[in-house]
T-cell receptor, first 117, second 116 residues
Framework: DAGVIQSPRHEVTEMGQEVTLRCKPI?????LFWYRQTMMRGLELLIY????????DSGMPEDRFSAKMPNASFSTLKIQPSEPRDSAVYFC???????????????FGPGTRLTVL | AQKVTQAQTEISVVEKEDVTLDCVYE???????LFWYKQPPSGELVFLIR??????QNEISGRYSWNFQKSTSSFNFTITASQVVDSAVYFC?????????????FGGGTRLMVKP
């Protein structure tokens, strides 16, 4: 089973603070995705990486958002400065290594629920 | 452009009833993949099934069954003899082979409530 660990599971912060969300895949993968889920907008793809390289960040809402993947086992999504409208659940997902494009299911982490006051 | 529509935003049934969740998709690609995910109240997204565009055979897994019809661009999901534990939000998603990566386009989700 593909697995993804996300931390923290819950984050409450004040407007203007920096927030860092973490994702740790625990199995081999080719792609890593960051999503945001809100009631209003549903599931939105923010950015994805292929072999640790950012491929498409067109979903990142603003320059306040940035994502990195320094190695195959770790990725971060940073919001600086945070705003109340960033409140959402942020998911990290991976696709298993070795399968070709498009046909892979994505396996999601448990998500980080972010609340910006 | 690709699009997934789940017209039913919320469905409420009584336990043991059968229920069908609708999914209609749009794509210009001839090779694509369709998925269903379940999001229970605990919040995680659980993969249920993947279907290839070139395989229209319906699939059954226990109380779950999926009806894929290319002629109507639909990929509907039926739960037979629903149970309270089936209460969740269900998402249909589409992935196109020609697009780089494994990008999924999700529908808006259908919230299923199964009452005892």
């Amino acid at each position: 089973d593909a697995g993804v660990i996300q931390s923290p599971r819950h984050e409450v912060t004040e407007m203007g603070q920096e927030v860092t969300l973490r994702c740790k895949p625990i199995s081999g993968h080719d792609y890593l995705f960051w999503y945001r889920q809100t009631m209003m907008r549903g599931l939105e793809l923010l950015i994805y990486f292929n072999n640790n390289v950012p491929i498409d960040d067109s979903g990142m809402p603003e320059d306040r958002f940035s994502a990195k993947m320094p190695n195959a086992s770790f990725s971060t999504l940073k919001i600086q400065p945070s705003e109340p409208r960033d409140s959402a659940v942020y998911f990290c997902a991976i696709t298993p290594a070795g399968l070709s494009s498009g046909r892979n299911e994505q396996f999601f982490g448990p998500g980080t629920r972010l609340t910006v006051l | 452009a690709q699009k997934v529509t789940q017209a039913q935003t919320e469905i409420s049934v009584v336990e043991k009833e059968d229920v069908t969740l609708d999914c209609v998709y749009e794509t210009r690609d001839t090779t694509y993949y369709l998925f269903w995910y379940k999001q229970p109240p605990s919040g995680e997204l659980v993969f249920l099934i993947r279907r290839n565009s070139f395989d229209e055979q319906n699939e059954i897994s226990g109380r779950y069954s999926w009806n894929f019809q290319k002629s109507t661009s639909s990929f509907n999901f039926t739960i037979t003899a629903s149970q309270v534990v089936d209460s969740a939000v269900y998402f249909c998603a589409l992935s196109e082979a020609r697009r780089a990566g494994n990008m999924l386009t999700f529908g808006g989700g259908t919230r299923l409530m199964v009452k005892p």
